[in-house]
């Protein structure tokens, strides 16, 4: 009885930490691995999402099924396997806490390789994580080529909406009294983000310099990319980018 009382509590303090995985390309010359290491003293539960762009599961190499256990200090590696060429496949990890106060234990890299002629380039996938309406505003002069990595990880419908900009602002009409600054958008987009899927948006178009996006989801993940070789058109995690969150709009 005692025994069975533990076990119920040790499952009730479950917890799931969430991993996101952005931007996985794959092409006739390019590839994406995923490398999945136990840095902690206990074995380790978790279960994987790998999808495509449009938001549907695919397979991962080296692997059957979703569900993955790493002994303390194992790794392991994967590829997932999309017969189409793509920018914007990602991977949700989900590591398993068995204890409220316990910590995550799993380190999650990616890589990217790329050849042109007989040169392999090389880009590094970075973890982000997701949440709620999170959003991204500032001047993009700089950031030639660059685009927004934008992952749905919900099970419901997300909008993102778009202004490109010279950078001057002007009283926000649905303010009383304009007192709030708004950008006056050159161009404004406004995009549908089904469940489950990935869309890129480059932060440049006609010359602007300020560029804005802004979610409108429970489980958004965003991650900014600078091209890092354009004879590839393979792209970096820029990591020094950070993103607001805040009430939906």
């Avoid at 692997?63 to 256990?69: E, Y």
């Avoid at 990935?198 to 440049?204: D, G, K």
């Amino acid at each position: 009885m005692w025994l069975a009382l533990l076990l119920s509590l040790a499952v009730s303090q479950a917890r799931y930490a969430d991993s996101v995985v952005p931007a996985l390309t794959y092409s006739r010359a390019c590839s994406t691995t995923v490398e999945i290491r136990n840095m902690g003293d206990r074995p380790v539960d978790a279960l994987l999402e790998p999808h495509r762009e449009s938001g549907s599961l695919v397979e991962l190499t080296e692997q059957s099924g979703m569900a993955l256990q790493l002994a303390p200090g194992a790794q392991k590696s994967f590829t997932l396997k999309i017969p189409e060429a793509t920018e914007s496949a990602w991977l949700l990890v989900r590591e398993i806490v068995p204890l409220a106060q316990a910590s995550p234990v799993l380190a999650i890299e990616g890589k990217t390789n790329c050849t042109a002629g007989n040169q392999l380039h090389t880009a590094m996938r970075e973890v982000t994580h997701a949440s709620a309406n999170p959003w991204f505003d500032g001047d993009v002069g700089e950031m030639p080529g660059a685009r927004l990595a934008v992952v749905n990880t919900s099970g419901v419908a997300a909008i993102a909406t778009g202004c490109y900009s010279g950078g001057i602002l002007i009283a926000n009409p649905n303010v009383p009294g304009g007192a709030a600054l708004v950008p006056l958008c050159s161009h404004v987009f406004r995009q549908q983000i089904p469940p489950y899927s990935a869309r890129q948006y480059p932060v440049e178009r006609e010359g602007n310099s300020h560029f804005s996006l802004h979610t409108s989801g429970r489980g958004i993940a965003l991650q900014l990319l600078r091209l890092l070789d354009a004879g590839t058109q393979l792209y970096q995690v820029d990591s020094s980018i950070s993103f607001g969150s805040g009430p939906e709009r």
